[in-house]
């Protein structure tokens, strides 16, 4: 079964950056989109990115939009979220989660995606 482990995660403060790192143990992503999710207590889980199994399209939440990117390297099996201009509200736990898909465009929807990793904590703040 495919086991998604996320990495990266730590505290940082505002305005600065991180990258995030999803990769696959024993399962070649080749097929699979991914997508990056965030939750804080008492609120859902909120999409924050994807992307398709080919790399070739994005999708991000506006509220990410320009300070965030989204790619992988499927050589490594890892998926990376690179966060900039990090915000106190951009504090969460951070998943990602991969759907067997090859379509064009990637799902934003948590309903869509069909394993998960354990989650990795971002907190930014001074």
């Known amino acids: 079964q495919l086991q998604l482990v996320e990495s990266g995660g730590g505290l940082v403060q505002p305005g600065g950056s991180l990258r995030l790192s999803c990769a696959s143990s024993?399962?070649?992503?080749?097929?699979?989109?991914i997508g990056w999710f965030r939750q804080v207590p008492g609120k859902e889980r909120e999409g924050v990115s994807c992307?398709?199994?080919?790399?070739?399209?994005?999708n991000f939440a506006d509220s990410v939009k320009g300070r965030f990117t989204m790619f992988r390297d499927n050589a490594k099996n890892t998926v990376y979220l690179q966060m900039s201009s990090l915000k106190p509200e951009d504090t969460a736990v951070y998943y990602c989660?991969?759907?067997?898909?090859?379509?064009?465009?990637?799902?934003?929807?948590?309903?869509?995606?069909?394993?998960w990793g354990q989650g990795t904590q971002v907190t930014v703040s001074s």
């Open positions: 989660a991969a759907v067997n898909s090859v379509q064009t465009i990637c799902a934003m929807s948590p309903l869509e995606y069909d394993y």
């Open positions: 992307i398709n199994s080919s790399g070739g399209n994005t």
């Open positions: 024993g399962f070649t992503l080749d097929y699979f989109a």
